[in-house]
């Protein structure tokens, strides 16, 4: 195991294990050195592009009142049992439900109860009969799932050695059937039919027939989520996405992706749909990014937030702005323009949800009562990566409006932008032009009210705005090269919320503090971030690139004698290599600041 023994101890005599179908490592463990705070270090996969990349190398931590780290003493050890035995006690005392238990990614459980195909099994699944049958429009069994240069697919491809055009296709010749991997013969590809994935646009009703689907045939990583009803009843699905689902495993990062905020903007909710199919086909096939993916990481993904501006959006029409052409809901209301604002911050939660939409009000809902991480919204009748603000405080200004973790979000919105097959390629849409394929939203245009600044301004998530194609509503016909060339940086995106600092935060007790405030510094360019405040069960994130920090935790305000709760500031480095710490910090007794 790689987690510290207190950790294991909680967790095995607070839930009883379910079932871990695929073991291997993903994480090694670094020295625990005692610096004022008790911290365990470790690293977790960067997800570079080699697969059997798995260890970092050890990262150095200090406390600013030290010069150098010190070895792990007897009394340090004994201090941490007794963290453990309160901890224990305190997360036993909790009424946890099946969304928020808590677990740990490696505790030993006994393997494939839930009948996940073995590596052995993998090697032929399938036998001669495809894992999902749709045809060619000659009506011949297209070999769904294959395997094409390298990447495992659960759908066609525009990518294929026939391709001459946009449209999907998919081999009906394998050369080889264990391990599915496809013909690279022209002749033996052909045009999918309209029955296979991405090859027409789907109903509400279908998407939450599918969502459902997918909760109930794989119940042991895939959850079924009722975000809320729209304005005329109808049901907004998703899922969540992770291993051992039922539990919220401790300190594994929450992200979330968002489609269709616009009704007649349906790119979005046709990537978000195929993305959970592959996702869970890939996972159940032991593809091993995605498993090492899901393996760390919750994820939850809903296609529609306005199903009914989507029933009256109009295939083929690139523009459209308000009730008629299907951007607004049913209340003729701009949903990214319904968010509370920074102008609403010293408000209460019933005073700033008064009045809003009711699709408005079940994202705000589910924003704030999860520790999500970092998220994105998908929307069209554009190509960039935006990021916030989106919004103003100044009359007057103009320019890029940034935020304290400006450099972060600028990275999120690159790495999409990069990994796209056609973002940075100006030529492809030229309503606009975008350096780099990413913008500031604000810079683009100012907008109040906007989703991604709710998240950044009313919880600890990141998020930025995803616009994934020039015309709102284009022919089917287009929509699966549009998967093609969001694939990867759909992936590269959730990947990213494996960077920074994470960890717990206890009192001098040992036990979890709940609503610390998170506090860092970058030692090189002297910004201050955002704080970020502890979970329920004492857990933070903060993303974050390579550099060097320093970073404390304490409980605003002053106790009745005078003294309030705070850790020493502790400095640490992210490195390329090793872009995620982890370490735990102990809040003790000061004086208050006069």
């Known amino acids: 195991m790689y987690k510290t023994l207190w950790i294991l101890q909680i967790l095995m005599t607070k839930i009883s294990c379910m079932p871990q179908f695929f073991q291997f490592p993903t994480e090694e463990p670094l020295s625990i050195d005692d610096v004022g705070n008790q911290f365990s270090f470790f690293t977790t996969p960067s997800f570079i592009d080699s697969p059997d990349f798995f260890t970092q190398p050890a990262l150095s931590v200090q406390s600013e009142s030290s010069t150098e780290t010190a070895p792990r003493s007897p009394e340090s050890l004994a201090a941490s049992t007794r963290n453990q035995e309160n901890t224990r006690n305190v997360w036993e005392s909790f009424q946890v439900n099946t969304t928020q238990q808590i677990g740990d990614d490696n505790t030993q459980q006994p393997t494939n109860s839930q009948n996940l195909p073995t590596e052995s099994q993998v090697l032929v699944f399938g036998g001669n009969q495809p894992v999902h049958s749709c045809e060619t429009k000659d009506r011949l069994p297209c070999q769904i799932p294959f395997r094409y240069k390298g990447k495992l697919h659960f759908e066609c491809t525009s990518l294929s050695p026939a391709s001459t055009s946009k449209q999907g296709m998919c081999p009906t010749k394998l050369v080889n059937l264990a391990t599915r991997e496809a013909s690279l013969q022209a002749d033996d590809w052909q045009i999918c039919g309209r029955k296979c994935d991405l090859q027409k646009y789907k109903s509400n009703q279908q998407i939450n027939s599918i969502m459902k689907k997918l909760a109930k045939e794989n119940p042991s990583f895939v959850r079924l989520l009722t975000v809320g009803t729209s304005v005329l009843g109808q049901e907004m699905l998703g899922v969540t996405i992770s291993k051992d689902v039922n539990r919220r495993t401790l300190l594994r990062p929450m992200v979330r992706y968002v489609g269709n905020m616009h009704g007649n903007e349906v790119i979005g909710r046709e990537l978000l749909t195929q993305l959970a199919q592959h996702l869970v086909g890939g996972y159940k096939l032991q593809d091993r990014r995605i498993k090492s993916l899901i393996d760390s990481t919750n994820i939850t993904i809903i296609p529609t937030m306005n199903p009914d501006g989507f029933d009256r959006g109009t295939e083929g029409k690139c523009t459209g702005g308000d009730y008629v052409t299907g951007r607004f809901n049913e209340g003729d209301v701009d949903l990214n323009r319904d968010f509370p604002t920074w102008r609403d911050l010293d408000q209460t939660y019933d005073e700033f949800t008064q009045g809003r939409q009711p699709e408005t009000k079940a994202l705000i809902d589910l924003i704030l009562q999860e520790p999500w991480v970092l998220s994105a919204n998908f929307h069209g009748g554009a190509v960039v990566a935006s990021y916030p603000y989106d919004d103003?405080?100044?009359?007057?200004?103009?320019?890029?409006?940034?935020?304290?973790?400006?450099?972060?979000?600028?990275?999120?919105?690159?790495?999409?932008?990069?990994?796209?097959?056609?973002?940075?390629?100006?030529?492809?849409?030229?309503?606009?032009?975008?350096?780099?394929?990413?913008?500031?939203?604000?810079?683009?245009?100012?907008?109040?009210?906007?989703?991604?600044?709710?998240n950044y301004l009313f919880s600890n998530g990141m998020e930025i705005t995803l616009e994934v194609s020039c015309c709102k509503y284009p022919k089917s016909y287009f929509v699966n090269n549009l998967w093609d060339q969001n694939y990867e940086s759909m992936i590269k995106y959730l990947e990213q919320v494996h960077q920074g600092v994470k960890g717990l935060v206890f009192d001098s007790s040992g036990f979890p503090v709940q609503n610390a405030k998170i506090m860092v510094e970058n030692l090189v360019t002297g910004n201050k971030y955002k704080t970020v405040v502890t979970s329920e069960f004492g857990e933070y994130w903060k993303l974050l690139l390579p550099g060097t920090y320093r970073m404390k935790a304490e409980v605003p305000g002053c106790l009745k004698g005078g003294t309030y709760k705070s850790s020493s500031w502790q400095k640490f480095e992210l490195r390329e290599n090793a872009p995620l710490l982890e370490f735990d910090m102990t809040l003790e007794e000061s004086a208050c600041p006069r």
């Open 392 to 454: 103003y405080r100044t009359k007057g200004q103009k320019g890029i409006h940034a935020t304290p973790d400006h450099d972060f979000f600028k990275h999120l919105a690159q790495t999409y932008a990069d990994n796209h097959m056609s973002m940075k390629n100006q030529s492809h849409c030229t309503r606009w032009f975008f350096k780099d394929g990413i913008t500031n939203g604000a810079e683009w245009y100012p907008l109040v009210g906007g989703m991604q600044d709710f």
